[in-house]
Nanobody
Framework: QVGVVESGGGLVQAGGSLRLSCQVS???????????MNWYRQAPGKQRELVASISRPGSATYADGVKDRFTISKDNAKKRVYLQMNSLKPEDAAVYYC?????????WGPGTQVTVSS
């Protein structure tokens, strides 16, 4: 049974930083390593949007609004994905979700809340 759990959200002032973590369980290294892992976010009243993606090292892609501020990384040995968020803005406030496609299925975590005060 594959499990995905996010952590690291919280309240931060504008201009501050947070590091989100996503722990994936119930899979093996040979499956996790080549998989594409994503961070999405959803603010109240808005659609869920893709923030960043990564599969292998050097393959990271980002939404236009977070380029140069956010960094996604992947630790295959620990089966974790991280999202380092710097220079946070009030518009970055949302529930952040980790997502991955493993064994031909999409898996989602329950989300972690990020609140940015102005």
């Amino acid at each position: 049974q594959v499990g995905v759990v996010e952590s690291g959200g919280g309240l931060v002032q504008a201009g501050g930083s947070l590091r989100l973590s996503c722990q994936v369980s119930g899979t093996i290294l040979s499956v996790f390593s080549p998989s594409t892992m994503n961070w999405y976010r959803q603010a109240p009243g808005k659609q869920r949007e893709l923030v960043a993606s990564i599969s292998r090292p050097g393959s990271a892609t980002y939404a236009d609004g977070v380029k140069d501020r956010f960094t996604i990384s992947k630790d295959n040995a620990k089966k974790r994905v991280y999202l380092q968020m710097n220079s946070l803005k009030p518009e970055d406030a949302a529930v952040y979700y980790c997502n991955g496609r493993l064994y031909d299925r999409d898996y989602w975590g329950p989300g972690t809340q990020v609140t940015v005060s102005s």
